[in-house]
């Protein structure tokens, strides 16, 4: 039986209910993460004890997870829901906005079509990057699923950066003695920006597939923009690099999401604010047959948002604001020119090569490509 099918008389597609699969029973090295309880955000002295809680994630490992969000789970499983339903889509409809890799552009649709190095093997993820519901970005074009869907998929691509993302960078600039809107402000919903709201499938591999493709590379990178957030959707696969440096396994929360620091904040922040460094090996024994699916939101700078360290007391005590940095005059990249040039070099090409031992330079920001 088809996956989804044309109701009668028009061309909407149905949206089959999709729901998160078992957890693996396997022993797993599982990372200890901070927990951000955003219900307490608006309380006396929540922000500032938050705040207090979020600083070491930030600066060690990068990663922590928020609860109590007020985004219902019953949202969030509906968007899995769009996202599994537009991976069933005809191929063809699939390749109708491809991703313009060669400008730097990530929004529409990336194909599982690149060769892993010389393995034999293809890269087995898909997914579809939907800008931020702005009048900038009205003439982007749409799937049929996401035209279908699109004033709900636009509701919640808000509500995340409201009620998660906002908060989030209030707590980082809350940390950084800066106003408390400055990193907001910065990263700014209404004003142009890269940000995305991600449909994203890891295609099942068997287990011969999964180790010619990491027997080439499996080694961890950073995200590119400042944060990253993924729902949890049950399927193990993701892994981050501890400050100990040991790899361990980033566990599901329920009813909660898994959260990152990225490129970009570190460079606002001189290195104070950890990218995390991370990566996605074999699913264990038990859900290796299961794609996995996901569902995540990368926020990246504005489009006039400078690439130079932040106005920080802390960071000026700290000594990590430098007298370039002071210079107002300075010609300095924005984020988005960053970030362009980055997923070009990354992903306009047909074959991943090899890239241990190197890293990704753009006027004066440099990034390693490789972890081990």
Not at 175 to 197: C, F, G, K, R, T
Not at 288 to 311: C, D, E, N
Not at 321 to 328: G, L, N, T, V
Not at 331 to 341: L, M
Request: charged share 25%; with cysteine; net charge negative.
């Amino acid at each position: 039986m088809a996956f989804c099918s044309l109701t009668p008389n028009t061309n909407k597609v149905l949206i089959k209910p999709w729901s998160r699969p078992k957890t693996t029973t396997e022993h797993l090295e599982w990372a200890e993460l901070p927990k951000i309880d955003l219900s307490q955000f608006d309380k006396p002295g929540g922000k500032q004890e938050l705040a207090e809680k979020l600083y070491d994630a930030v600066t060690r490992a990068g990663f922590w997870c928020v609860v109590n969000t007020g985004i219902d789970d019953e949202r969030v499983l509906r968007q899995f829901s769009i996202g599994n339903t537009f991976f069933k889509e005809p191929l063809e409809e699939k390749r109708t906005f491809p991703c313009n890799f060669a400008e730097g552009e990530y929004f529409g649709y990336r194909e599982n079509s690149r060769w892993v190095g010389d393995t034999g093997v293809k890269e087995n993820i898909e997914m579809l990057n939907i800008p931020k519901a702005i009048p900038a970005y009205a003439d982007v074009g749409k799937h049929q699923v996401v035209k279908d869907n699109y004033e709900e998929i636009a509701r919640f691509h808000r509500d995340v950066w409201e009620k998660v993302i906002r908060k989030l960078f209030v707590l980082i600039a809350i940390i950084l003695e800066l106003p408390e809107n400055y990193l907001a402000d910065a990263h700014a919903y209404d004003e142009e920006s890269d940000d995305h709201l991600r449909y994203m499938i890891y295609n099942v591999r068997t287990q011969e597939e999964w180790d010619r493709a990491q027997a080439y590379s499996k080694g961890g990178h950073t995200d590119f923009g400042s944060l990253t957030l993924l729902f949890s959707q049950h399927v193990a696969g993701l892994q981050i690099k501890t400050p100990e440096g040991q790899w361990k396994y980033v566990r599901p929360v329920d009813g909660g999401i898994t959260c990152n620091a990225a490129d970009t904040l570190t460079f606002l922040t001189n290195g104070f604010i950890k990218s995390t460094i991370h990566r996605v090996v074999t699913p264990p024994k038990d859900q290796i047959h299961i794609p996995r699916l996901g569902l995540l939101y990368f926020s990246r700078p504005g489009a006039h948002t400078p690439m130079k360290t932040v106005p920080s007391p802390l960071l000026d005590r700290l000594g990590l604001i430098s007298e370039e940095d002071r210079d107002p005059t300075k010609p300095v990249v924005t984020g988005t020119e960053y970030v362009r040039a980055r997923v070009k070099d990354v992903h306009h090409k047909t074959v991943i090569d090899k890239r241990e031992g190197t890293a990704f330079e753009f006027k004066g920001l440099k990034v390693q490509n490789y972890y081990d």
